[in-house]
């Protein structure tokens, strides 16, 4: 079965990437290209899949995946400008995707135990566009 | 990959009303969906795509061609409209959300090259929530 724990933070962003020419960055990103940036309340969704304990009956424990997801994600990137302050977004391009795989990286490390793994992170940018990822294809 | 979801609104009436069924059981079957005059719902349409984030992007799709694509097949035919009457598909097909998530994924299909002529991204999923407590989905 699927735990997950839902965590919110607010941030900043541009999406402008230097490997395109300034009319490629208006056409993908749109008004997300605006250079001094705009913001979103994020909102991350983290599942792990697992069998519940035998003894406590829990797949994993929730106030660990809290303490994980406030240290790994809300800590560094509540109330951030994303590009300036929070790596590697000064060089990876701050879209809801690349968030995505940016927080499995920091969670990953910290949600696996014999009974659970870390099944999917995802990003909700606004309520109508979200984005799952589920880790690197074996 | 990365599965990238957008979701759409969409306002439209129908009346669930088969012709192949007599009008007792048409209305035993759909019962206040049957009403002559008909109803309607917002509807919320969810569209799931699927693909490896182009490493110069950071994106797996176009937001804004998915927009386009599903905005000109998926939500100006039905938005405002009479299902049953304005849209000839269900002149002859109950528009029920089924036949709507169907319909609607048959009509991406069939432009989805001309706008994402690539491997990637593909159209992975359909979800259409009709009320706050049905949603019909096409994983």
Known sequence: MLITRRVEFSASHVCHSPGLDERENRALYGESANPHGHGHNFAVEVSLEGRPDPVTGMVFDLKRMKEVLHREVVGPMDHRFLNYEVPPFDRVVPTPENLAIEIWKRVAPHLNSPAARLHSVRVYETEDLWVEYFGEEP | MIRLTRRYRFSASHR???PQLSEAQNR????????PRGHGHDYLL?????????????????????????????IRPFDHRNLNQDVAEFASTVPTAENLALEIERRLRAKWGAVFPGEWPRLERIRIRETKRNAIELP
């Open chain 2, 46 to 74: 969810e569209v799931g795509v699927r693909g490896p984030v182009d490493q110069r992007s950071g994106r797996v799709a176009d937001v804004a061609a998915l927009d386009g694509l599903v905005g000109s097949e998926a």
């Open chain 2, 28 to 35: 035993e079957i759909y019962g206040q969906c049957n009403n």
């Open chain 2, 16 to 18: 669930l009303d088969s």
